[in-house]
């Protein structure tokens, strides 16, 4: 039986599959793959047709998409990190979807201001409205977090993963969440496990 092979580098949205897969303590491959190049390559495109990293292969099963792949790795490998039952595996895909539609799309224009933008050409203007847009989001999470430890109750779980997976970006922003703290604590929490650091160590380059 082959191992599970998980593709990209933990600088990127590869990061939120490679520290689920490292949650799950199974052994497994992993192949780094650069967005820039690599997953453009002939070879790779055959395992994810966008071109875009993470993806997974599992047996005869190849899958893209970082939310998908958790999943899976939950389910499959996991159990433990999503509750169960109909309500409970609702909520862990609602926190999920959340993240990359709620906190994603507007972390994203800071990433790309901060990093990816020349300097005569950045707009403070788009990073002030940037912060502004994520104040919402992140009241209605610091409000939910002031009554229990973690998204689902007072457990790790897939939730947590995926959602603190994907605002692992704002670390590399520096941007500061201290105005909810709630949040911060429970970003320090999710961030102290040691799967987490595995998964920076074993993702890091391609
Ligand atoms: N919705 C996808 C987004 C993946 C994605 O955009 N990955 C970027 C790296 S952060 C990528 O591979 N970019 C390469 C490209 O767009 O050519 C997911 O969550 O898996």
């Known amino acids: 039986m082959s191992k599970p ?3 990209g580098i933990s600088t990127s949205r590869a990061f939120r599959s490679i520290w689920a897969i ?6 497994y491959e992993h192949v780094p793959t650069s967005f820039m190049g690599d997953a453009q390559s002939e070879e790779y495109l055959a395992v994810n047709p966008n071109g875009r990293i993470p993806a997974l ?5 190849k899958l893209f998409e970082s939310m998908a ?4 790795l939950a389910k499959k490998y996991a159990p433990h990190l999503i509750p169960d039952g109909l309500q409970g595996e609702a909520q862990a895909l609602q926190w999920s979807v959340w993240a990359i539609s709620e906190i994603e799309p ?5 990433v790309v201001q901060k990093f990816f933008t020349p300097d005569d050409k950045k707009d403070e203007a788009v990073m002030a409205r940037t912060a502004r847009g994520l104040e919402r989001p ?3 999470l610091d409000t939910h977090l002031a009554q229990r430890d973690y998204l689902l109750g007072n457990e790790f779980s897939l939730a947590d ?3 603190a997976g994907v605002m692992d970006l704002l670390n590399m922003v520096e941007f500061d969440t201290s105005a909810w703290p709630h949040v911060q604590r429970w970003r320090d929490a999710c961030y102290s496990r040691a799967s987490y650091t595995r998964a920076k160590q074993v993702g890091e380059s391609a």
């Open 57 to 61: 292969v599992d047996g005869d099963m």
């Open 161 to 163: 993963l995926s959602l």
């Open 22 to 27: 490292e949650e799950t303590g199974i052994d």
């Open 69 to 72: 792949i958790n999943f899976y």
């Open 106 to 110: 507007l972390q994203t224009q800071i």
């Open 138 to 140: 992140l009241k209605v």
């Open 5 to 7: 092979v998980i593709y």
